[in-house]
């Protein structure tokens, strides 16, 4: 079976670093939902839905790397 390398998947689906980092911290206030944080996670989404055709053409970058490199059984 295949090994994915870190490096060369993500310098192959990752155009600039700095977005993958605001993605993460996107991601990381989606996951620790906190009762009295309302308005931060309304900021939150809205970034997110902003962002989101960036993260959609990482998906897809991601899964066309996979898939032409036969990683998927």
């Known amino acids: ?3 994915i390398k870190g490096k060369n998947l993500v310098s192959a689906v990752i ?3 700095e977005a993958w980092q605001e993605g ?3 991601r ?3 996951a620790h ?3 009295d944080q309302e308005q931060e996670m309304m900021q939150t989404l809205n970034m ?3 962002r989101l055709p960036e993260f959609l ?7 066309a ?3 032409n490199r036969n990683y998927l059984p």
């Not at 053409?57 to 899964?63: F, P, Q």
């Open 1 to 3: 079976m295949n090994v």
């Open 15 to 17: 155009e600039c670093a």
């Open 24 to 26: 993460r911290f996107l």
């Open 28 to 30: 990381n206030n989606l």
């Open 33 to 35: 939902d906190y009762p």
């Open 48 to 50: 997110v839905y902003d």
């Open 57 to 63: 053409d990482i998906y897809h970058r991601t899964r």
């Open 65 to 67: 790397y996979i898939e």
